[in-house]
């Protein structure tokens, strides 16, 4: 059985910041058409809710991105991002959102990527930022929640579209899961 998460941010409390942000944003955008972009799958429930507050005209448009950590010789991770975009960022009004910004690594990245293919501006919104956990410099103009100080390092953040091994996705909030608890139940279930 899965563990019940603890609370982080309630589902109004959600609801409140996203209704915050999605007048932010149409103010930054006003009289232009946003090209909202979500990284696939964890943005989407943010993606949804926040659209829907934004008073503008909006596309939608999904990215993947994977990372693929494979541990080197002497034991260090390397990642390798993968990404793939199936429609022109040209001359666009680029919103990306992102759903948690930890080390930066992968939002580098993608802003690298999509700047090359000259948006007329790029803007990023993140569910959760987290400055504490960054090894690249690198901000979202919003965020709807920000975690200063880094979390327990045996928690993960689930609900509200973020998921553990596809699981807890749909919850209304955002909660937090012990690592350990998890850890021990994949050990179980390959007995």
């Known amino acids: 059985m899965m563990p019940k998460p603890a609370v982080l941010f309630g589902q ?53 991105t994977s990372s693929l950590r494979d541990p080197g010789s002497g034991g260090a991770a390397r990642t390798d991002i993968v990404f793939s975009a199936e429609f022109p960022y040209e001359d666009q009004d680029i919103l990306l959102l992102d759903p948690v910004i ?30 504490g956990d960054r090894k690249i410099e690198v901000n979202p103009d ?30 209304p909030y955002l909660g937090t899961i012990p690592r350990a608890t998890l850890s021990r139940r994949g050990t179980e279930a390959s007995k």
């Open 12 to 64: 109004e409390e959600i609801a409140r910041r996203v209704r915050d942000l999605a007048a932010e944003i149409a103010h930054a955008f006003e009289g232009k058409q946003i090209c909202v972009v979500g990284r696939m799958r964890s943005c989407l429930v943010f993606m949804a809710d926040l659209i829907r507050e934004i008073p503008l005209d909006t596309t939608c448009h999904f990215m993947k």
């Open 142 to 171: 919003w965020a709807a929640f920000t975690i200063k100080e880094p979390l327990p390092a045996d928690s993960f953040i689930v609900g509200y579209g973020l998921d553990y091994d596809e699981h807890y996705r749909g919850l």
């Open 102 to 131: 930890d080390t930066g690594i992968t939002l580098n990245f993608l802003l690298d990527h999509i700047r090359e293919r000259k948006p007329r501006s790029l803007k990023v919104c993140a569910l959760i930022d987290k400055p």
